[in-house]
């Protein structure tokens, strides 16, 4: 019989999973790497506990010790695939498709062309339903200055996708 989970690994797993993952993701890992990262830092984690800071329980603490596990973890691997002269780890986002829905394909396009720090908060937020809270927590800021980046992503995306509609409209 197995022994339960710990209750901090418990409250890690279900605070920053997912925007633990969406971190990775937005680092350039397709979403099954950044999936696997993610479980592999929750593991090192674990395993260095003794080591943390402050309190674990503590989201403010546990948050940003997670994300430098998951960056030092991320980049060794790129390192190891850099030195195996393997190219680079393949974007997690599809390239914009021609579908029926012209919509998305604008949207996609526009998301394409925002800023990396943009389309980080996005993806965490949106993408991974993930609480200002819990994103402040792993990109350590306060929650006000997520819902802030959030107001400037989502404005710079609207400019973008009118700037695409209007250029698709001026080409018909």
């Known amino acids: ?8 690994l418990e409250q890690w797993l279900l605070r920053f999973r997912a925007p633990l993952v969406g971190l990775i993701a937005s680092w350039g ?6 999936e696997e990262l993610a479980m592999d830092t929750f593991a090192e984690a674990w395993l260095a506990r003794e080591r943390l800071r ?28 850099r030195r195996q002269r393997l190219e680079a780890l393949p974007s997690d986002l599809p390239s914009p498709t021609p579908s029926s829905d012209e919509r998305l394909d604008v949207l996609r396009a ?8 943009h389309q980080t908060i ?5 993408l991974d339903a993930t609480s200002t809270r819990d994103v402040a927590a ?10 802030s980046r959030l107001r400037v992503a989502r404005a710079v995306l609207r400019q973008h996708a009118q700037r695409l509609l ?7």
């Open 29 to 34: 890992a397709d979403w099954a790497a950044a």
């Open 138 to 147: 792993l990109l350590e800021q306060t929650p006000k200055a997520v819902e």
């Open 110 to 117: 526009a998301f394409a062309r925002l800023r990396d720090e």
């Open 54 to 81: 402050g309190d674990p329980a503590d989201d403010g603490v546990a948050g940003p010790w997670l994300r430098g596990i998951a960056h030092n973890l991320h980049h060794g691997r790129r390192r190891q695939l």
């Open 122 to 126: 996005l993806r965490m937020f949106y």
């Open 1 to 8: 019989m197995t022994d339960p989970l710990d209750p901090t």
């Open 166 to 172: 209007a250029a698709e409209g001026a080409s018909r």
